[in-house]
T-cell receptor, first 112, second 113 residues
Framework: ETGVTQSPTHLIKTRGQQVTLRCSSQSGHNTVSWYQQALGQGPQFIFQYYREEENGRGNFPPRFSGLQFPNYSSELNVNALELDDSALYLC???????????FGPGTRLLVL | AQSVSQHNHHVILSEAASLELGCNYSYGGTVNLFWYVQYPGQHLQLLLK??????LVKGIKGFEAEFIKSKFSFNLRKPSVQWSDTAEYFC???????????FGAGTTVTVRA
């Protein structure tokens, strides 16, 4: 059984640029949730996708957007990057929207 | 807002010492509670979870947690830690009809050999 994978592992961008992060869910999981983990803090919920539809959203601006594909993999897009967007971005997958979430290794984004 | 409080930011222990990490959650009806661990250089892993039933939950690697509804607490315990337990520990909650996890700020545990 393959776990949750994310790409890339690290990324450096400059302010104002756009970034796309990718996540492949664990086999059999149809739900993907995205979290932002700033240094020294716990993960903060960005949004969740269930069967290709956004299922809920945290307190993040619209420049954070996402997609889920028919194979349940997902993308997180961030436009107009700001310095405060520097963080570890975590993807978690689950059997459904209310089941236990299993996390990937994360993508570390640095915005200069 | 639903929230989770972890009492200790950094805990330093010697091997074989007992560990207890505090976690309190805000009231919000029926909740699901989790402890995740992040070992150095690794991804978040589920240690244990509580959905319902026996309030004493046993997880992997000898960890357990006790759900005390009257105190809104879900403290993590291990009777005898090892050097390999050095990690960051996160408590998380989710409303039973909710979809998102709300995490505490985490507790860094350092075990000295």
């Amino acid at each position: 059984e393959t776990g949750v994978t994310q790409s890339p592992t690290h990324l450096i961008k400059t302010r104002g640029q756009q970034v796309t992060l990718r996540c492949s869910s664990q086999s059999g999981h149809n739900t993907v949730s995205w979290y932002q983990q700033a240094l020294g803090q716990g993960p903060q919920f960005i949004f969740q996708y269930y069967r290709e539809e956004e299922n809920g959203r945290g307190n993040f601006p619209p420049r954070f957007s996402g997609l889920q594909f028919p194979n349940y993999s997902s993308e997180l897009n961030v436009n107009a990057l700001e310095l405060d967007d520097s963080a570890l971005y975590l993807c978690a997958s689950s059997f459904s929207s209310k089941e236990t979430q299993y996390f990937g290794p994360g993508t570390r984004l640095l915005v200069l | 807002a639903q929230s989770v409080s972890q009492h200790n930011h950094h805990v330093i222990l010697s091997e074989a010492a007992s560990l207890e990490l505090g976690c309190n959650y805000s009231y919000g009806g029926t909740v699901n509670l989790f402890w995740y661990v992040q070992y150095p250089g690794q991804h978040l892993q589920l240690l244990l979870k509580y959905f319902s039933g026996d309030p004493l939950v046993k997880g992997i690697k000898g960890f357990e947690a006790e759900f005390i509804k009257s105190k809104f607490s879900f403290n993590l315990r291990k009777p005898s830690v090892q050097w390999s337990d050095t990690a960051e520990y996160f408590c998380a909650r989710r409303g039973s009809s909710d979809y998102k996890l709300s995490f505490g700020a985490g507790t860094t545990v350092t075990v000295r050999a």
